[in-house]
T-cell receptor
Framework: AQSVAQPEDQVNVAEGNPLTVKCTYSVSGNPYLFWYVQYPNRGLQFLLKYITGDNLVKGSYGFEAEFNKSQTSFHLKKPSALVSDSALYFCAVRERGTRQLTFGSGTQLTVLP | KAGVTQTPRYLIKTRGQQVTLSCSPISGHRSVSWYQQTPGQGLQFLFEYFSETQRNKGNFPGRFSGRQFSNSRSEMNVSTLELGDSALYLC????????????FGPGTRLLVL
């Protein structure tokens, strides 16, 4: 069965500093990997995905993520955090050949001014 | 293109009642998935519909059901509501069943009293 772990419930970073939100996964075979962001009282917004190819994936709002097959990780990164990046971030995985998306527990990112 | 829309946005029901939630996917999208989001359990997959057929189902009791219409709009129904059914119900659409990216609606927040 596929699973996702987000080891940090909360990440705090100062505005202008780089940020990292961690994600590790477990699937059989090669995965599809996703990051979504959720603002209060809103649905999930798609940020980026890894399907195949280059291990560094660039997405919306300056976010990027690095796929590391040996460490089964897909950490979300941004070089310079903004206060407006404060939100709940979800990592998700889908095993190829399946239709179900499995989400991590979420990481609350707070960017301090 | 308009995004995924869900109606109603908020609902208050009492135990034992039933409820129907509606989801209109992005134009041209034929797959609709439903998720339940709660503080304790996080995001959990309910089911997916494609071409009016349920293609995948999560681990929820039979009180949770859904359907999809020929225009790809979907409804989910919860019968005999329980307090634990209080949650944010999210609908996501994608082009095809098993397509890589799902796009989420704003959700319907259900409160069961």
């Amino acid at each position: 069965a596929q699973s996702v772990a987000q080891p940090e419930d909360q990440v705090n970073v100062a505005e202008g500093n780089p940020l990292t939100v961690k994600c590790t996964y477990s699937v059989s075979g090669n995965p599809y990997l996703f990051w979504y962001v959720q603002y209060p009282n809103r649905g999930l917004q798609f940020l980026l995905k890894y399907i195949t190819g280059d291990n560094l994936v660039k997405g919306s709002y300056g976010f990027e993520a690095e796929f590391n097959k040996s460490q089964t990780s897909f950490h979300l990164k941004k070089p310079s955090a903004l206060v407006s990046d404060s939100a709940l971030y979800f990592c998700a995985v889908r095993e190829r050949g399946t239709r179900q998306l499995t989400f991590g527990s979420g990481t609350q990112l707070t960017v301090l001014p | 293109k308009a995004g995924v829309t869900q109606t109603p946005r908020y609902l208050i029901k009492t135990r034992g009642q039933q409820v129907t939630l509606s989801c209109s996917p992005i134009s041209g999208h034929r797959s609709v998935s439903w998720y339940q989001q709660t503080p304790g359990q996080g995001l959990q997959f309910l089911f997916e519909y494609f071409s009016e057929t349920q293609r995948n189902k999560g681990n929820f009791p039979g009180r949770f059901s859904g359907r999809q219409f020929s225009n790809s709009r979907s409804e989910m129904n919860v019968s005999t509501l329980e307090l634990g059914d209080s949650a944010l119900y999210l609908c996501a659409s994608s082009l095809m069943s098993g397509s890589e990216t799902q796009y989420f609606g704003p959700g319907t927040r259900l409160l069961v009293l």
